[in-house]
């Protein structure tokens, strides 16, 4: 990625500073290394053909399919013919916070937020575009482009503007084979933010169900109904994640980066972790993170 807004620091990707979404085409003729990244990333595959490998498996590739990480998830690409990929990345901070209101929103909620968590799918989320819908997504991508050279304190609104069209797109061709038709009961989304603020609190079913002045029991199904998952297992999906940025980005024990996400017992956080990145936290931590410095006052 030379003369890209996207940084390798050995295994690891990440933006550099004041950048927030960035598009370019990449081709990979044989195979691109094993790494993670910083960022959300969506690649669209334009031609070519290839094996895509992350911790949820093994997917041949084709003009079409689209493949969407959230932040922490490891991949690479395998036996590629000529693979072009029209990558997408945009950072975290801003699905946070410009981006907040797409939780609200039934399509653009399942392809962010609750998707790439359920069915076992550990952080990664796959589709296909047919033919009017990849013609589409490719607009929208140059458009991003095009601003590559401009200032984003002049342009932040087309940037967000194009992402969100490039989104809308992915989430109806994910909607369609999903089969999503009714937004999430708004409870749901009260308990996510609620699991969501303080991840590292000793959290229980009855604990958030009495929070939401639900009956448990109703609080597992209409959450299970949303999401694919109750709403511990979604949390622990949080917590997984969290841990990840944070082995990434600093040299804390790991012991205490489990207790920061509310796994204060040691074995049980290592079990929780490998589960979901099919690494332990050691081994993550050793292939993807680069030298940083523990937070001051650590």
């Not at 932040?71 to 029209?86: A, K, T």
């Not at 410009?98 to 968590?117: K, M, Q």
């Not at 991003?144 to 503007?161: A, C, F, N, V």
């Amino acid at each position: 990625m030379v003369d890209e807004p996207v940084r390798t620091e050995g295994t690891l990707l990440h933006f550099v500073d004041g950048t927030i979404v960035y598009a370019g085409p990449h081709v990979h003729v044989d195979s691109h290394p094993v790494h993670t990244h910083s960022f959300f990333e969506v690649a669209l595959v334009l031609s070519g053909e290839g094996v895509h490998h992350s911790q949820a498996g093994r997917q041949r590739l084709t003009a079409g399919d689209a493949v969407l990480l959230r932040p922490g998830v490891w991949h690479e690409y395998e036996d590629c013919d000529d693979l072009e990929i029209y990558n997408c990345c945009f950072s975290a901070d801003l699905v946070r916070r410009e981006l907040a209101w797409t939780r609200e929103d039934p399509l653009l909620g399942y392809l962010l937020w609750t998707g790439p968590f359920s069915a076992q799918r550990r952080g990664v989320l796959s589709t296909h575009l047919d033919e009017e819908s990849f013609a589409e997504a490719r607009r929208h991508l140059d458009g991003l482009r095009s601003l590559r050279d401009q200032p984003i304190g002049l342009h932040r609104g087309e940037l967000i503007g194009w992402l969100s069209l490039y989104l809308s797109c992915l989430a109806r061709a994910v909607a369609e084979r999903d089969d999503l038709r009714t937004q999430a009961h708004p409870a749901v989304l009260d308990a996510m933010r609620l699991l969501e603020a303080d991840p590292a609190r000793q959290w229980t079913l009855t604990d958030l169900a009495r929070a939401l002045h639900l009956a448990p029991g109703y609080l597992v199904r209409i959450f299970k109904s949303a999401t694919g998952l109750p709403p511990m297992a979604y949390l622990s999906r949080h917590r997984v994640e969290l841990a990840a940025v944070q082995l990434l980005n600093t040299d804390l024990p790991v012991s205490r980066i489990g207790e920061s996400v509310g796994w204060p017992d040691q074995n049980y956080f290592a079990r929780r972790f490998k589960s979901h990145f099919g690494l332990s936290a050691s081994t993550y931590r050793q292939r993807f993170n680069t030298p940083k410095l523990s937070p001051s006052g650590s």
